[in-house]
């Protein structure tokens, strides 16, 4: 599988950031390179919520080219990601947050980088070395480190956070990886195509959260997904490979 980077296009996750929202997408057009940025794609949990009006007033704003919004059909927060990549534009996606938790200047690194590795998977990763968190409790440091582990080591892989959404991903591994159904899209995401041998690399980022809203990534809600991606990661690193014939 070989390709070459042409351009990104980012998906915003949103639903009830304003300010936030409204900083993420200034940073990214005033950080990523206009040539890399093929768009950015605002994704709103629904047409009632504070994001989805934040950004229809950033679009008739006019001063952001090609930005789209999106309302997601699904109304989980997880399952909602599978219909993102079809819309993608260009050789390369990234799915973030709007929350400022994922450093909106770290899109114009893994864009770089992306440039120097295009068939590789590259993430903004909080657990390697180099990168600033701020604010990130001791329980879920703990719990994220500790699932994050078992999947490197479950792959052996040298991998810090082989478990985040904070990533670009080229279209074509997208394109050519056979996923499971739309809940479990999520969990493979990154998983799939490291059970098939994809290059995974690490870069550092800033991690600060969130100040503004609730966040929808509850501690139910991430023992939970945590679990699943657990229980996914055994079920690629086992399963049954077809044979050649």
């Not at 997408?25 to 794609?41: A, F, G, Q, R």
């Not at 159904?181 to 098939?196: G, N, R, V």
Request: positive net charge; charged residues 25%; contains cysteine.
């Amino acid at each position: 599988m070989k390709s070459a980077f042409e351009s990104v296009t980012v998906f915003i996750l949103s639903s009830n950031e304003n300010e936030l929202l409204r900083e993420t997408v200034s940073k990214i057009y005033e950080s990523v390179n206009p040539k890399d940025l093929d768009k950015t794609v605002i994704v709103a949990k629904n047409n009632r919520c504070t994001a989805y009006h934040t950004a229809v007033s950033l679009l008739e704003s006019g001063k952001y080219k090609n930005l789209e919004i999106y309302i997601q059909k699904s109304p989980d927060a997880a399952t909602c990601l599978a219909e993102l990549p079809p819309m993608a534009g260009g050789s390369h996606f990234i799915i973030m947050s709007a929350d400022m938790e994922n450093d909106p200047n770290t899109v114009a690194k893994l864009a770089e980088m992306s440039k120097r590795n295009p068939d590789a998977i590259i993430c903004a990763a909080k657990w390697v070395k180099g990168s600033v968190i701020e604010d990130y409790g001791f329980f879920r440091k703990i719990c994220s480190k500790a699932v994050n582990d078992f999947a490197a080591i479950l792959f052996g892989m040298n991998a810090k956070e082989p478990f985040s959404l904070f990533q670009i991903y080229p279209v074509c591994i997208y394109e050519n990886t056979v996923y499971g159904k739309d809940s479990d899209f999520f969990y493979e995401y990154t998983l799939k195509p490291l059970s098939e041998g994809v290059e995974y690399i690490e870069i550092p980022t800033v991690f600060k959260k969130r100040n503004e809203g609730k966040s929808h990534f509850g501690t139910i809600f991430m023992t939970r997904v945590a679990l699943k991606f657990c229980f996914t990661a055994v079920r690629l690193r086992f399963r049954k490979k077809p044979t050649n014939k």
